[in-house]
């Protein structure tokens, strides 16, 4: 209400200031002051106050209306999180024997443990398969130990596994993402 007050004042003023410069005899007409730039000023003032208060009270969207409104937007399509399927079938958890979905799980990472080596070492196909089957793709013996079958795995983390902190084939596989991960350079910011 008050922006239209000062809005139809200050057309009124606008459109007097215009008659008076276009014909000085309609100040006359009128009786101003003689000073008129100490009206000018006076009436500067106090539309530079009313329009500071009329800031002032401006009502601001509700946070619950923002939410309302948010709510008929259209979802947002996130895309799956690389390795979100592995830390699915790791948080299933141990397993007795190795099941259909550990051994998934193995053949995936060593897909990628392949394609990681051979990009970063430089190494072929066949030497990647070949590290890996016998454990000399890295110094850490838990993580070769999930590639190759004559690799055991450090004895204080077999200590672990039967304290039942971890499972072994659990540690296995965070170890080996560990080094795939610092291998290829790549920060998944997880621990």
């Known amino acids: 209400m008050l922006r239209r007050v000062l809005l139809v004042l200050g057309l009124a003023f606008t459109a007097l ?12 007409t009128l009786r101003l002051p003689d000073v008129p730039r100490v009206v000018v000023a006076a009436l500067a003032v106090v539309f530079a106050l009313a329009t500071h208060a009329a800031r002032k009270k401006v009502d601001f969207r509700d946070p619950d209306e923002a939410v309302v409104r948010a709510s008929g937007l259209e979802g947002r399509y996130e895309p799956p999180r690389p390795g979100a399927e592995i830390g699915t079938e790791l948080a299933v958890g141990p397993r007795d024997g190795a099941s259909s979905a550990d051994t998934r799980l193995r053949e995936r990472l060593r897909v990628l443990a392949v394609r990681v080596l051979s990009d970063a070492e430089g190494w072929s196909a066949d030497e990647a398969h070949r590290r890996l089957d016998d454990g000399t793709w890295t110094d850490d013996r838990t993580a070769a130990a999930l590639f190759a079958e004559d690799v ?3 004895a204080q ?27 290829s350079g790549v920060d998944a910011g997880g621990d």
């Open 157 to 183: 983390h077999l200590v672990a596994s039967f304290a039942g902190i971890e499972s072994t084939h659990e540690r296995e596989v965070r170890h080996a993402l560990a080094e795939l991960e610092r291998r």
């Open 152 to 154: 055991n795995p450090a």
């Open 17 to 28: 200031g215009v008659a008076i410069a276009a014909a000085p005899s309609i100040a006359t």
